[in-house]
């Protein structure tokens, strides 16, 4: 009774995530925006493999120095203002969901948070400080991802429903294009869109003292971001994401909406500290999440399939190791998640659902005692195992995947001699 309670509480909330506007637009904002992330933080590994005279070929080739500001260009374009291009994503998935011009709405959104956050920057020249005009990368980057998000959910509401007042449109006939009488017709409300969003930032700032990206940051990104960093935050994401995929539920993709975010400033704060001589403290990046958590597909599936060629005696589940073993290979584990199944199986349930978890802790001891570095390169899924964990951690980080797949399989191998006593007890 109990079980089957709980069953419909989570298939209740996958439901309604998958329903809810705003967190599917956000979801579908990052996971466009993901190969940019992976670019950006490529570039970094570039620029130190390429145009470092330190550790990379321009030691050899010094000209190769030369070409170190176009991959900082790129680091740039990618993640440096990583909030931006957010920001019209999401706000093109919002309008796409009401019915509203989608271009014109993600350009609302952009304009309406450049409106709200600082137009100078404090530059220093010859020990000199003073001011110029420009956004402050703070506001731009992946410090302002949140707010970010907010306040376009803000904005293409306001947008929204005055796009739905015939009474401010401006009518064309019906001969001019629709391009242009689109335009026109929206003229009015992005107007007040825009003075509206301007006015309730300059009064926030007046009844706090700050800009309103500054504050929703202290108040709400910076406390997420460290318990997200946390053991105890990452190890109940994780567990939360694993009774999703019991349930037959892709749960990567229920918790990315809140996931995603935290990731991409977690890579951008390591870049940010590389690039200024610092050590990277963010261990829960999206390259960790691929090499340590979901390592051989989410629940540790390469271990399980190892579990199986050792100690399997039925057939059925060997015959599915052996289809799902090239997947899981490339952290893909749909084909033993749904062929042995791993679904609603009550045998596999326990180490299904915390295999990933003890990977994770294991990949964050090892982090902890100075022993893996925090990454500065995010892979895209489908690196094969091994390979992955080299680019983003270095040979520390294959090391710690060896151990994690070592450990996980031998927690998978109880409940697989189980399942073979399982066909006696049939038989």
């Not at 070929?57 to 990583?82: C, D, E, H, Q, R």
């Not at 003229?187 to 300059?202: C, D, F, V, Y």
């Not at 994770?360 to 690196?383: E, Q, Y």
């Amino acid at each position: 009774m109990f079980s089957e309670k709980f069953e419909n509480t989570l298939t209740g909330i996958a439901v309604k995530v998958d329903e809810n506007k705003y967190l599917s637009s956000i979801k579908d904002a990052f996971t466009v925006f993901m190969p940019f992330v992976i670019v950006g933080s490529f570039a970094v590994l570039f620029n130190t493999i390429l145009c470092s005279p330190k550790t990379g070929l321009a030691k050899w080739i010094p000209w190769m120095s030369n070409l170190g500001v176009a991959f900082t260009a790129i680091n740039y374009a990618t993640l440096g203002i990583m909030s931006i291009p957010v920001i019209f994503l999401i706000a093109m998935n919002l309008a796409k969901h009401d019915g509203i011009p989608e271009h014109i709405t993600g350009i609302v959104a952009v304009a309406s948070y450049c409106a709200v956050i600082p137009e100078v920057v404090t530059v220093t020249v010859n020990n000199a400080t003073g001011t110029a005009s420009g956004l402050p990368a703070a506001a731009i980057g992946a410090q302002g991802l949140f707010i970010g998000m907010l306040f376009t959910i803000f904005v293409e509401w306001i947008f929204l429903h005055l796009t739905k007042i015939d009474a401010i449109k401006i009518k064309m006939p019906p001969s001019v294009p629709n391009g242009i009488a689109t335009s026109f017709n929206t003229l009015i409300p992005i107007m007040l869109t825009l003075i509206l969003a301007s006015i309730s930032g300059a009064l926030f700032r007046i009844a706090t003292g700050s800009y309103i990206n500054e504050f929703v940051y202290k108040a709400l990104q910076a406390p997420l971001e460290a318990l997200f960093q946390s053991p105890g935050g990452i190890l109940a994401v994780v567990i939360f994401s694993q009774l999703f995929w019991f349930l037959g539920i892709h749960g990567g993709l229920m918790i990315s909406p809140i996931r995603n975010p935290l990731m991409a400033a977690a890579i951008a704060a390591n870049i940010a500290a590389a690039a200024n001589g610092k050590l990277p403290t963010q261990p829960v990046t999206y390259g960790f999440w691929l090499n340590f958590i979901v390592e051989g597909g989410a629940g540790m599936i390469f271990s399980l399939i190892l579990a199986i060629f050792l100690f399997s005696k039925r057939e059925d589940h060997r015959m599915i190791a052996k289809l799902g073993i090239g997947p899981a290979f490339f952290n893909i584990s749909e084909p033993v998640v749904f062929g042995l199944p791993l679904v609603l199986n009550p045998t596999f349930a326990i180490p299904f659902i915390f295999n990933s978890g003890i990977a994770c802790a294991i990949a964050l001891f090892f982090t902890k005692i100075g022993f893996m570095p925090c990454n500065t390169v995010d892979v895209p899924f489908g690196v094969p195992l091994i390979l992955g964990a080299f680019i983003g951690h270095g040979w520390q980080g294959i090391i710690v995947q060896i151990i994690s797949i070592v450990f996980t399989t031998i927690t998978w191998i109880p409940f697989v001699i189980m399942a073979n006593k399982e066909v006696k007890v049939q038989d």
